[in-house]
T-cell receptor, first 114, second 116 residues
Framework: SQQGEEDPQALSIQEGENATMNCSYK?????LQWYRQNSGRGLVHLIL?????REKHSGRLRVTLDTSKKSSSLLITASRAADTASYFC??????????????FGKGTKLSVKP | EAQVTQNPRYLITVTGKKLTVTCSQN?????MSWYRQDPGLGLRQIYY???????DKGDVPEGYKVSRKEKRNFPLILESPSPNQTSLYFC???????????????FGEGSRLTVL
């Protein structure tokens, strides 16, 4: 069963605007990761946030984690056409069966129009 | 260069003809995993491996087999492929911390399989 669910499924914005994607998950985790996929290509790791962290930045990316709500958000500021891609969150369970195994959500398809 | 290599990248085959998709990583990673990606369904995990000789089923293991005899290789075997296994397949690997904390996943470029 899928651990993480991204929201929205699709997002279309103009260049220069900010894009926010959300991820909700079900069980206790030890980390949450965000990935990007250009059409038909392999996924590329963007950022990892640990369960004891609340916010993390990397360039134009800002990730937040709220373990009490079991949710995370990915913010891309000042978006560019080149940011057009699908974005996925992945979580690893903190205990129990399949501990450490990474499970992906269905992704958010972001389209940034020039 | 650190990489995950999958072969073949593209394959068209017929129902029932056994095939193997190879996956090799050169980063000495403990964790390896296979996913399939289908439109509207995201990435679904087929099998994963926490280390040599340790494999476990993911969400959609039916019709697939794997083995992990060496750390670097994690082949995906379709004993008798069927049309519903037509998909885009990804192999990925990662280091593990204390055996349970999985770090950044490195993905291969994908193998597009068509079963007629």
């Amino acid at each position: 069963s899928q651990q993480g669910e991204e929201d929205p499924q699709a997002l279309s914005i103009q260049e220069g605007e900010n894009a926010t994607m959300n991820c909700s998950y079900k069980t206790s985790i030890n980390n949450l990761q965000w990935y990007r996929q250009n059409s038909g290509r392999g996924l590329v790791h963007l950022i990892l946030i640990r369960s004891n962290e609340r916010e993390k930045h990397s360039g134009r990316l800002r990730v937040t984690l709220d373990t009490s709500k079991k949710s995370s958000s990915l913010l891309i500021t000042a978006s560019r056409a080149a940011d057009t891609a699908s974005y996925f969150c992945a979580t690893a369970r903190n205990y129990g069966g399949s501990q450490g195994n990474l499970i992906f959500g269905k992704g958010t398809k972001l389209s940034v129009k020039p | 260069e650190a990489q995950v290599t999958q072969n073949p990248r593209y394959l068209i085959t017929v129902t029932g003809k056994k095939l193997t998709v190879t996956c090799s990583q050169n980063m000495n990673h403990e964790y390896m995993s296979w996913y399939r990606q289908d439109p509207g369904l995201g990435l679904r995990q087929i099998y994963y491996s926490m280390n040599v000789e340790v494999t476990d089923k993911g969400d959609v293991p039916e019709g697939y087999k794997v083995s992990r005899k060496e750390k670097r290789n994690f082949p995906l075997i379709l004993e008798s492929p069927s049309p519903n296994q037509t998909s885009l397949y990804f192999c990925a690997s990662s280091f593990q911390i204390a055996g349970v904390k999985t770090g950044e996943l490195f993905f291969g470029e994908g193998s597009r399989l068509t079963v007629l």
